[in-house]
Protein backbone atom coordinates (compact mmCIF):
# COMPACT_ATOMS: atom_id res chain seq x y z
CA UNK A 1 0.00 0.00 0.00
CA UNK A 2 0.80 3.49 -0.84
CA UNK A 3 1.16 5.61 2.52
CA UNK A 4 3.67 7.76 4.56
CA UNK A 5 5.82 6.57 6.96
CA UNK A 6 7.40 8.62 9.98
CA UNK A 7 9.99 7.45 12.66
CA UNK A 8 10.24 6.96 15.35
CA UNK A 9 7.21 6.67 17.18
CA UNK A 10 8.71 8.36 19.72
CA UNK A 11 12.23 9.93 20.37
CA UNK A 12 14.02 11.30 23.12
CA UNK A 13 16.33 14.01 23.05
CA UNK A 14 18.68 15.03 26.12
CA UNK A 15 19.48 19.37 26.44
CA UNK A 16 21.92 20.15 23.53
CA UNK A 17 21.28 17.27 21.22
CA UNK A 18 20.43 17.28 17.55
CA UNK A 19 17.95 15.19 16.88
CA UNK A 20 16.44 13.49 13.15
CA UNK A 21 13.24 12.84 12.33
CA UNK A 22 12.65 10.38 9.20
CA UNK A 23 9.55 10.82 6.91
CA UNK A 24 9.53 8.59 3.70
CA UNK A 25 6.67 8.45 1.28
CA UNK A 26 5.76 6.18 -1.63
CA UNK A 27 2.81 7.96 -3.02
CA UNK A 28 5.19 9.29 -5.85
CA UNK A 29 4.23 12.82 -4.17
CA UNK A 30 6.73 15.77 -5.51
CA UNK A 31 5.64 17.82 -2.58
CA UNK A 32 6.09 17.33 1.06
CA UNK A 33 5.95 19.09 4.18
CA UNK A 34 6.36 19.09 8.08
CA UNK A 35 4.01 20.24 10.60
CA UNK A 36 4.23 20.07 14.20
CA UNK A 37 1.26 20.07 16.90
CA UNK A 38 1.45 21.54 20.43
CA UNK A 39 -2.38 20.96 21.92
CA UNK A 40 -4.58 23.81 21.41
CA UNK A 41 -2.41 25.30 18.35
CA UNK A 42 -3.35 22.73 15.68
CA UNK A 43 -0.70 22.38 12.99
CA UNK A 44 1.99 24.92 11.89
CA UNK A 45 4.19 25.07 9.27
CA UNK A 46 7.71 24.06 9.82
CA UNK A 47 9.24 23.73 6.14
CA UNK A 48 7.72 22.36 2.98
CA UNK A 49 9.71 21.20 -0.67
CA UNK A 50 8.33 21.45 -4.06
CA UNK A 51 10.67 19.65 -5.37
CA UNK A 52 13.97 17.82 -5.00
CA UNK A 53 16.65 19.79 -4.11
CA UNK A 54 14.33 22.68 -3.06
CA UNK A 55 12.94 23.72 0.09
CA UNK A 56 11.47 26.41 1.89
CA UNK A 57 10.77 28.15 5.28
CA UNK A 58 7.43 28.01 7.06
CA UNK A 59 5.73 29.72 9.71
CA UNK A 60 8.15 28.02 12.44
CA UNK A 61 11.36 27.28 10.74
CA UNK A 62 13.91 28.62 13.55
CA UNK A 63 15.63 25.39 14.93
CA UNK A 64 14.69 23.55 12.50
CA UNK A 65 16.22 21.98 9.41
CA UNK A 66 15.46 20.08 6.61
CA UNK A 67 16.92 18.27 3.12
CA UNK A 68 15.47 16.76 0.37
CA UNK A 69 18.16 14.74 -1.64
CA UNK A 70 15.70 12.39 -3.22
CA UNK A 71 11.92 12.36 -4.14
CA UNK A 72 10.65 9.86 -1.27
CA UNK A 73 12.70 11.39 2.06
CA UNK A 74 12.38 14.32 3.88
CA UNK A 75 13.96 14.29 7.25
CA UNK A 76 13.81 16.78 10.11
CA UNK A 77 16.19 18.04 11.72
CA UNK A 78 15.56 19.62 15.30
CA UNK A 79 18.55 21.21 16.58
CA UNK A 80 19.45 22.09 19.82
CA UNK A 81 18.63 25.96 19.22
CA UNK A 82 15.28 25.09 18.86
CA UNK A 83 13.81 25.62 22.77
CA UNK A 84 11.78 24.18 23.09
CA UNK A 85 10.93 20.80 20.71
CA UNK A 86 8.74 18.78 22.86
CA UNK A 87 5.59 18.33 20.56
CA UNK A 88 4.02 16.08 18.13
CA UNK A 89 5.27 16.54 14.50
CA UNK A 90 3.40 15.38 11.57
CA UNK A 91 4.57 14.74 7.60
CA UNK A 92 2.55 14.92 5.02
CA UNK A 93 3.03 15.18 1.10
CA UNK A 94 1.15 16.20 -1.86
CA UNK A 95 0.65 15.56 -5.95
CA UNK A 96 2.05 18.99 -7.57
CA UNK A 97 1.01 20.29 -10.98
CA UNK A 98 -2.90 21.23 -11.85
CA UNK A 99 -3.55 17.44 -12.72
CA UNK A 100 -3.50 17.28 -8.78
CA UNK A 101 -4.15 21.17 -7.95
CA UNK A 102 -7.51 19.82 -5.69
CA UNK A 103 -6.06 17.20 -3.62
CA UNK A 104 -5.77 16.63 -0.43
CA UNK A 105 -2.49 16.21 1.56
CA UNK A 106 -1.80 13.03 3.04
CA UNK A 107 -0.19 12.36 6.50
CA UNK A 108 2.01 10.07 8.31
CA UNK A 109 1.31 9.03 11.51
CA UNK A 110 3.54 11.36 13.31
CA UNK A 111 6.81 11.19 15.82
CA UNK A 112 6.07 12.33 19.34
CA UNK A 113 9.55 14.02 20.75
CA UNK A 114 10.07 14.14 24.06
CA UNK A 115 13.35 16.24 26.10
CA UNK A 116 14.93 13.93 28.48
CA UNK B 1 -3.85 35.97 3.61
CA UNK B 2 -6.21 33.03 4.65
CA UNK B 3 -7.56 31.91 8.25
CA UNK B 4 -9.38 29.58 9.58
CA UNK B 5 -11.48 29.15 13.48
CA UNK B 6 -13.07 26.28 14.49
CA UNK B 7 -15.47 28.18 17.10
CA UNK B 8 -15.51 24.94 19.64
CA UNK B 9 -12.20 23.25 21.56
CA UNK B 10 -13.81 20.68 22.69
CA UNK B 11 -17.82 19.00 21.68
CA UNK B 12 -19.05 16.89 24.08
CA UNK B 13 -22.50 14.78 22.71
CA UNK B 14 -24.50 11.62 23.95
CA UNK B 15 -23.84 8.26 21.80
CA UNK B 16 -26.41 8.54 18.92
CA UNK B 17 -27.24 12.20 19.15
CA UNK B 18 -26.73 14.47 16.20
CA UNK B 19 -24.05 16.66 16.00
CA UNK B 20 -22.19 20.10 14.06
CA UNK B 21 -18.59 20.85 14.32
CA UNK B 22 -18.51 24.28 13.36
CA UNK B 23 -15.82 25.90 10.68
CA UNK B 24 -15.44 29.69 9.37
CA UNK B 25 -12.87 30.06 7.12
CA UNK B 26 -11.63 34.13 5.44
CA UNK B 27 -10.03 34.57 2.56
CA UNK B 28 -9.47 36.85 -0.15
CA UNK B 29 -9.38 34.42 -2.95
CA UNK B 30 -11.54 31.19 -3.53
CA UNK B 31 -9.95 28.13 -1.55
CA UNK B 32 -10.66 24.31 -1.16
CA UNK B 33 -11.97 22.99 2.04
CA UNK B 34 -11.33 19.88 3.97
CA UNK B 35 -12.14 18.63 6.98
CA UNK B 36 -9.73 15.96 8.58
CA UNK B 37 -10.37 13.41 11.84
CA UNK B 38 -7.07 12.63 14.17
CA UNK B 39 -7.26 9.49 16.30
CA UNK B 40 -4.69 9.39 19.55
CA UNK B 41 -1.02 9.47 18.25
CA UNK B 42 -1.95 9.20 14.96
CA UNK B 43 -1.74 11.11 11.76
CA UNK B 44 -4.80 13.18 10.14
CA UNK B 45 -7.05 11.35 7.95
CA UNK B 46 -8.95 12.97 5.16
CA UNK B 47 -12.93 12.92 5.94
CA UNK B 48 -14.00 14.87 3.44
CA UNK B 49 -13.51 17.71 0.76
CA UNK B 50 -15.01 20.93 -1.12
CA UNK B 51 -13.73 21.56 -4.36
CA UNK B 52 -16.55 23.03 -6.56
CA UNK B 53 -19.74 22.03 -7.67
CA UNK B 54 -23.02 21.09 -4.75
CA UNK B 55 -22.34 22.79 -1.59
CA UNK B 56 -22.97 19.44 -0.06
CA UNK B 57 -20.12 17.52 0.48
CA UNK B 58 -20.57 13.60 1.94
CA UNK B 59 -17.57 11.90 3.39
CA UNK B 60 -16.79 8.30 5.20
CA UNK B 61 -18.14 7.69 8.59
CA UNK B 62 -21.23 8.94 7.48
CA UNK B 63 -20.25 12.49 7.94
CA UNK B 64 -20.86 15.61 6.06
CA UNK B 65 -20.51 19.14 5.15
CA UNK B 66 -22.24 22.02 3.71
CA UNK B 67 -20.54 25.12 2.13
CA UNK B 68 -22.09 28.43 2.48
CA UNK B 69 -19.93 30.83 0.60
CA UNK B 70 -21.96 34.05 2.17
CA UNK B 71 -21.41 33.04 5.69
CA UNK B 72 -18.09 31.54 4.87
CA UNK B 73 -18.65 28.21 6.98
CA UNK B 74 -18.16 24.67 6.32
CA UNK B 75 -19.61 23.43 9.47
CA UNK B 76 -19.50 19.16 9.61
CA UNK B 77 -22.23 17.57 10.93
CA UNK B 78 -23.15 13.47 11.05
CA UNK B 79 -26.96 12.40 12.43
CA UNK B 80 -26.09 10.14 14.97
CA UNK B 81 -22.56 9.34 16.11
CA UNK B 82 -20.79 6.34 17.77
CA UNK B 83 -18.01 5.73 20.34
CA UNK B 84 -15.62 4.89 17.82
CA UNK B 85 -16.71 8.85 16.50
CA UNK B 86 -14.60 10.37 19.37
CA UNK B 87 -11.52 12.19 18.13
CA UNK B 88 -10.15 15.67 17.12
CA UNK B 89 -11.56 17.28 14.07
CA UNK B 90 -9.78 20.14 11.96
CA UNK B 91 -10.77 21.84 9.31
CA UNK B 92 -8.38 23.47 6.55
CA UNK B 93 -8.35 25.73 3.58
CA UNK B 94 -6.33 25.53 0.75
CA UNK B 95 -5.59 28.16 -2.03
CA UNK B 96 -6.03 27.13 -5.16
CA UNK B 97 -3.14 28.92 -6.67
CA UNK B 98 1.27 27.98 -7.09
CA UNK B 99 2.41 26.60 -3.90
CA UNK B 100 -1.59 25.86 -2.31
CA UNK B 101 -1.01 26.95 1.30
CA UNK B 102 -3.00 25.08 3.44
CA UNK B 103 -3.88 26.70 6.91
CA UNK B 104 -4.94 24.63 9.61
CA UNK B 105 -7.80 25.62 12.47
CA UNK B 106 -7.08 24.50 15.87
CA UNK B 107 -9.12 21.46 16.16
CA UNK B 108 -11.73 20.45 17.93
CA UNK B 109 -11.96 17.98 20.12
CA UNK B 110 -15.70 15.55 19.71
CA UNK B 111 -15.85 13.05 23.37
CA UNK B 112 -19.05 10.94 22.28
CA UNK B 113 -20.63 10.14 25.70
CA UNK B 114 -21.85 6.69 26.19
Known amino acids: DGGITQSPKYLFRKEGQNVTLSCEQN?????MYWYRQDPGQGLRLIYY???????QKGDIAEGYSVSREKKESFPLTVTSAQKNPTAFYLC???????????????FGDGTRLSIL | AQSVTQLDSQVPVFEEAPVELRCNYS??????LFWYVQYPNQGLQLLLK??????LVKGINGFEAEFNKSQTSFHLRKPSVHISDTAEYFC????????????FGIGTKLQVIP
Open chain 1, 92 to 106: ASKGQGSRNSNQPQH
Open chain 1, 27 to 31: LNHDA
Open chain 1, 49 to 55: SQIVNDF
Open chain 2, 27 to 32: SSVSVY
Open chain 2, 50 to 55: YLSGST
Open chain 2, 92 to 103: AVSDLGGYQKVT
